[in-house]
């Protein structure tokens, strides 16, 4: 394994006027940016500022979206989508396996379904498992093949509040195991605050603010010291705070607030 | 009032020896009710055979006691009889087997002919310009109305009738794999694309899985189509086989003949219907755990 300082120099995705329009509606404008290698990464913004189409154009996935710019990615890369995505007709096995093969595989499938807690359900089908266990299925799937990049969109948008928090902790286990270079695109800034090291916020196709957070992990929701890069990211996002910071009860306030948004996010999301 | 209704179903539904029991008494709230249930409730085994069993049994009564006209409906055990004397005399087994040479090759070929046009047109635009279009202006025209055009073509002997049962039955395998083929989830063609998989490991493992429960419809329709097909095409021009027997029999108002032949028919239908349910099960296995 290279020294970690080497490992930082060379950045793993790197964009260079990255620009992608649909229907001659600029979406992406001109992006620069460098993800180092093993970095974890958020990238927020609200619905239809094109974190999805970064990330689609990161994948290679946008074969029919007209664009320009340079990009250049590991060739081992892996995405996450907010659905499990799991074929129904394969056991969860297979569709771990799904487009590897060999004998050797199948073992690293199984210990890939075994880091993520489904140990014993290789034969269930994907009918058979809860929101959070296909989405953990999904997270084996994705890493039994070692990405060098793992690109998340929204992995944990449909999954309910408690399974959400238990998921967090485990990506965040599994990137420091296996260190990939993380992008996880997601609309929700306390997802963003608590899971990653630096947070992007794309903003009519640009990134407008780029922020490092500098906290140790496991990081917690309650974590008071996070508050400042909420409230910096949701500046950022023009979400503008409606309530009196000299009131009575500044954590009551904040919590107020934090629901406010949320529901702002969720309200405009299409899917 | 209500208390009494409450302690005698409780009563009720603790049963007998628990019918001297204080808690009937002492409940304050009103007991839940149980809803009055709508649907039919549970299929008791094999009842499904109680209809015909009852009109078999009506039939041979209404024989037994002379209601019926004999030369217009045998009875049963006539009908037993005569197909009992064609199959020891060797003409059952024949027409038999050379009706079924004709449905199995007719259903090969027309299997055959719908998966693989199916697998082109779905699988490449190209294909579909060149296939699908065509497929559709066949289906618009009733295939026993080609007859008279392919006896003209290919004359009046097998290939005519094999090419006939083939079109019966590669239509509705076609349409219907082609549809569940166009119909296969994009998001899945995505996820094929990110995890990397060959062309050929994309049609294995999402392509055919994905398209098998519209091609198993297809399939039953092209089943029941081959009988179908195979029943004109001996009723008009042949000189062997099930149809010709019971053409035959017509002619010398021979009814027990036709009800043997048409015993017959109905076996065949009933047997490769469920074998093709059978396939269909153990396939979509993992369809079940959805329905149950």
Not at chain 2, 109 to 122: C, E, M, Y
Request: charge should be neutral.
């Amino acid at each position: 394994m290279a020294p970690h300082a080497e490992q930082l120099t060379r950045p793993a995705v790197q964009l260079r006027g990255l620009t992608r329009s649909f229907d001659g509606r600029t979406v992406l404008d001109g992006i620069d940016l460098d993800l180092p290698a093993g970095q974890f990464t958020a990238l927020l913004g609200h619905s239809g500022s094109g974190k999805s189409t970064l990330l689609r154009a990161v994948a290679g996935l946008d074969h029919e979206v007209a664009g320009s710019g340079q990009l250049t990615a590991p060739s081992r890369v892996s995405v996450v989508f907010q659905d499990s995505r799991l074929l129904p007709w394969q056991r969860v096995l297979d569709n771990v396996l799904l487009g590897l093969d060999g004998k050797e595989a199948e073992q690293r499938g199984r210990a890939a379904l075994a880091e993520v807690g489904l140990a014993g359900r290789e034969r269930a089908w994907p009918n058979e498992l809860s929101g959070g266990e296909a989405q953990r299925a999904a997270l084996a799937r994705s890493l039994v093949r070692e990405p060098e990049l793992l690109l998340a969109d929204e992995p944990f948008g449909a999954l309910d509040a408690l399974t959400r928090i238990r998921m967090h902790t485990l990506l965040r286990e599994l990137w420091e195991r296996h260190r990939p270079s993380v992008l996880l695109v997601t609309h929700d800034v306390d997802e963003a605050i608590v899971l990653a090291d630096r947070v992007l916020v794309l903003d009519e196709g640009r990134i407008g603010l780029d922020l490092t957070i500098d906290r140790p992990h496991p990081r917690s929701y309650r974590d008071p010291l996070l508050g400042e890069y909420r409230e910096r990211l949701l500046t950022a996002l023009g979400v503008t705070e409606h309530h009196d910071h000299h009131g009575t009860d500044a954590s009551d306030g904040s919590d107020d607030h934090h629901t406010h948004s949320r529901h702002h996010e969720h309200a405009e999301d299409p899917k | 009032m209500t208390t009494t209704t409450t302690a005698t179903t409780a009563a009720t539904a603790t049963g007998a020896t628990a019918a001297t029991t204080p808690l009937a008494a002492t409940v304050e709230n009103p007991q839940v009710r149980r809803r009055r249930r709508l649907s039919p409730g549970k299929r008791l085994p094999a009842t499904r055979f109680l209809g015909p069993a009852l009109l078999l049994a009506l039939w041979a009564a209404a024989s037994a006691a002379g209601q019926l006209d004999p030369g217009a409906i045998p009875a049963p055990w006539t009908v037993l009889e005569t197909g009992v004397h064609l199959w020891t005399d060797g003409t059952l087994p024949t027409d038999i087997l050379t009706s079924l040479q004709r449905a199995g090759s007719g259903f090969a070929i027309g299997l055959t002919a719908g998966i693989a046009l199916a697998l082109a047109a779905g699988l490449s635009r190209t294909g579909e310009a060149l296939i699908d279009g065509s497929v559709q202006l066949n289906r618009a025209i009733p295939t026993l109305g080609l007859i008279p055009l392919f006896i003209l073509w290919l004359g009046i002997g097998e290939t005519f009738k094999v090419a006939i049962i083939a079109i019966v039955v590669y239509i509705p395998i076609y349409l219907n794999t082609h549809a569940a083929l166009s119909g296969i989830d994009s998001r899945f063609v995505e996820l094929a694309e990110v995890q990397g998989l060959s062309r050929y490991a994309f049609i294995r493992r999402i392509v055919i899985p994905g398209a098998l429960p519209g091609f198993f419809v297809g399939l039953r329709l092209g089943v029941t189509g081959s009988w179908l097909g195979l029943v004109v095409l001996e009723q008009i021009n042949a000189t062997s086989g099930l149809g010709y027997m019971m053409f035959q029999a017509q002619n010398y108002g021979q009814t027990d003949v036709i009800l043997v032949g048409l015993v017959v028919y109905g076996i065949f239908g009933l047997i490769s219907d469920s074998a093709v349910r059978l396939i269909e099960r153990r396939v979509l296995s993992w369809r079940r755990t959805l329905s149950s």
